[in-house]
C-alpha cells in the first residue's frame, strides 16, 4: 500500500517517518520524500494511530489527490535548492513539470488556489532559507551564494533577502542569533 506524507522534506524526515512505521510493525518497503510505501493493508486502527504518531511529529497523511500533488510540488522544490547543485541555472517550470508529470500551469494555479500562495513564492521563500543557511556556514562569499542559487547578482540576492527578512545578508551574518525558519514551515 502507498500512503502519502505531508511535510517530509528531508533525510531525517525520511528516518523519522521510517521509525514511527516500524515501531507499528507496519513494514515499509519503501520510504521516499512525502510517499512511503508498506507491505499489505494495514487495519485501519493501525493507520489511524500512525497518522496520530506522525502528527505528533509534524507529519500527516495526504489521502487527497490535490494535497498530494501540493505536496510533490513542494518536495520537488526543496530538493531542487537544497539538494541540486547549480540549482538556478534550471527552468522552474520545466523542472517542476517533469517532476510531477502535470502542464505547469495547471500546477501553478492548483498551487496557487490551495496555498495561497505561487510556486515562485515558495521557491524564493526556499532560497533565502538556504542562503541563510550558507551564510551561517560562512564557507562562501557572498557572490558564491548568489552564483549557486542562480542569482544574476549579489545586488539582486540582497534585494530579495532583505525584501523576505527585513535585514541584509551582511547584517544577518554578522548577527548569529538570527533565526533560520524550518523549511516545511514555508
Known amino acids: 500500500m502507498k500512503l502519502h506524507i505531508k511535510n517530509m522534506v528531508c533525510a531525517r524526515c525520511k528516518m ?44 500527516g497523511i495526504i489521502d487527497d489527490r490535490k494535497s498530494r500533488l501540493i505536496e510533490r510540488v513542494k518536495n520537488a522544490v526543496v530538493t531542487l535548492i537544497h539538494h541540486t547543485q547549480n540549482a538556478g541555472n534550471i527552468n522552474l517550470s520545466d523542472y517542476i513539470a517533469g517532476q510531477v508529470n502535470y502542464d505547469y500551469n495547471y500546477v501553478s494555479n492548483l498551487f496557487s488556489e490551495v496555498e495561497g500562495t505561487t510556486i515562485e513564492k515558495y521557491l524564493i521563500a526556499q532560497k533565502i532559507e538556504k542562503v541563510k543557511e550558507l551564510l551561517r556556514y560562512d564557507e562562501l562569499s557572498l557572490s558564491q551564494i548568489a552564483d549557486q542559487l542562480g542569482y544574476s547578482s549579489v545586488a539582486y540576492l540582497s534585494n530579495q533577502f532583505k525584501k523576505q527578512t527585513g535585514l541584509t545578508p551582511t547584517f544577518f551574518k554578522s548577527h548569529k542569533q538570527s533565526k533560520r525558519s524550518n523549511i516545511d514551515d514555508l
Open 16 to 59: 523519522a517517518v521510517a521509525a514511527e512505521l516500524e515501531k507499528l510493525q507496519l513494514k515499509p518497503l519503501k520510504v521516499e520524500l512525502g510517499e512511503v510505501e508498506i507491505e499489505g493493508e494495514p487495519e485501519p486502527d493501525k493507520l489511524h494511530l500512525l497518522q496520530k504518531r506522525l502528527s505528533a511529529l509534524g507529519f
